[in-house]
């Protein structure tokens, strides 16, 4: 069966002022253009998504928030919400991302409230999952991914989450140089189809993209990309380079 439309995603962090993150999306508009091989996203900081998205206009590069608040609107500081994001031209938001989890007090069940609120404000969530070391080493790596996707999809259905992207991070792995073997990465991201499976049926699994992040970088992405149930990558430090983005965009 023919792989799923891969889509390499670039999530900023808070890196890059304003002009820098217009600076950088211009270069990528420029330098990805007619790669059409795959659907591409970059997720800068809040505050420069606006300026983006007027130098992404004319590109195929979707423009991704790297989180949302569930509620509407209200007296909530320092939150964004899902209409504020679609008026600032997004089409995806990074949910439940393991610095988000580790630094900022996210937990499943807030994740779940994130990704209902995406997918009924058509957002596409962006699903951070992934193991600690730790629990690489105790041999929990599919139970905690197991309680990751159970609760952070609870009462969703599959009409609801058709646009649904599983990304697949070992925290280990996030900015560390160290990437997961290409097996790890497929056993894992086979387990988390079956799960898809289990839980939603075998054809809406295969229709689902799971993307691997992790210190990817042009030197691995190939191999990344050849694996079976790897539909695309969500890249940190990598993508902040328009021009080693782009390598990783191209990959072979
Ligand atoms: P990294 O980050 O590519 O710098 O390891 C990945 C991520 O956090 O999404």
């Not at 993150?21 to 990805?32: I, Q």
């Not at 800068?44 to 989180?67: D, H, M, R, Y």
């Not at 509407?72 to 089409?91: N, P, Q, R, V, Y």
């Not at 890249?235 to 191209?250: C, P, Q, Y």
Request: hydrophobic fraction near 40%.
């Amino acid at each position: 069966m023919a792989k799923r439309r891969p889509l390499i995603a670039g999530n900023w962090k808070m890196f890059k002022s304003c002009q820098d993150a217009v600076d950088t999306a211009r270069l990528l508009a420029g330098l990805a253009s007619g790669a059409d091989h795959t659907d591409i996203m970059i997720a800068p900081s809040f505050t420069s998504l606006f300026p983006v998205s007027q130098v992404l206009k004319s590109s195929a590069i979707a423009l991704g928030a790297q989180n949302l608040h569930w509620e509407k609107e209200g007296a909530f500081t320092g939150e964004i919400s899902a209409d504020m994001l679609h008026s600032c031209g997004c089409s995806h938001v990074i949910i439940g991302h393991s610095e988000r989890r580790q630094f900022f007090g996210e937990c499943d069940e807030t994740v779940n409230k994130r990704i209902a609120c995406a997918v009924s404000n058509h957002l596409v969530p962006v699903f951070c999952i992934g193991e600690t070391e730790i629990e690489r080493e105790q041999d929990k790596t599919m139970n905690i991914l197991d309680k990751q996707v159970k609760d952070g999809l609870k009462g969703l259905g599959s009409d609801e989450l058709k646009a649904l992207v599983l990304a697949y991070e070992p925290v280990w792995a996030i900015g560390t140089g160290k990437t997961a073997t290409p097996d790890q990465v497929q056993d894992v991201h086979l387990f988390l189809r079956s799960l898809i499976g289990d839980v939603y049926g075998i054809e809406f699994a295969k229709s689902i993209r799971i993307i691997y992040g992790g210190s990817v970088k042009p030197a691995n992405i190939s191999e990344l990309m050849m694996l079976e149930d790897v539909d695309g990558a969500l890249v940190g430090g990598a993508s902040l380079d328009a021009e080693t983005f782009n390598k990783i965009i191209r990959f072979k």
